[in-house]
């Protein structure tokens, strides 16, 4: 049900834009996490529709932005000033229902893309 594109190769310094498409519903809750080989599964960011909140993890808060367009059930990641260490695989996930505390836990998400690589070279 979520499918991502807009993975790619790039220089450090530069920008990518993700995105994903819910087809058949509208969740309230959509966002990324990523995955580097070695490493856990990690959050990313997420949104809310209601309330229109947003969460970032540390690591890419000032760097990346995320965004929704509710009509199209699509959301966006806006990365910019790629590092390295924003090498992974990453993750569309989805989920009509999550409390404010556990937004930046995986096993709150009920719905998950494919997965879409990022690789980053310094």
């Known amino acids: 049900q979520l499918q991502a594109s807009g993975g790619g190769q790039v220089q450090a310094g530069d920008s990518l834009r993700l995105s994903c498409a819910a087809s058949?519903?509208?969740?309230?809750?959509m966002g990324w996490f990523r995955q580097a080989p070695g490493k856990e599964r990690d959050f990313v960011s997420a949104?809310?529709?209601?309330?229109?909140?947003?969460y970032y993890a540390d690591s890419v808060k000032g760097r990346f932005t995320i965004s929704r367009d509710n009509a199209k059930s699509t959301v966006y990641l806006q990365m910019n000033s790629l590092k390295s260490e924003d090498t992974a695989v990453y993750y569309c996930?989805?989920?009509?229902?999550?409390?404010?505390?556990?937004?930046?836990?995986?096993?709150?998400?009920?719905?998950w893309g494919q997965g879409t690589q990022v690789t980053v070279s310094s």
């Open positions: 996930v989805a989920d009509q229902s999550i409390i404010v505390g556990n937004i930046r836990s995986a096993s709150e998400y009920e719905y």
């Open positions: 058949g519903r509208t969740f309230n809750v």
């Open positions: 949104s809310r529709w209601r309330g229109g909140s947003t």
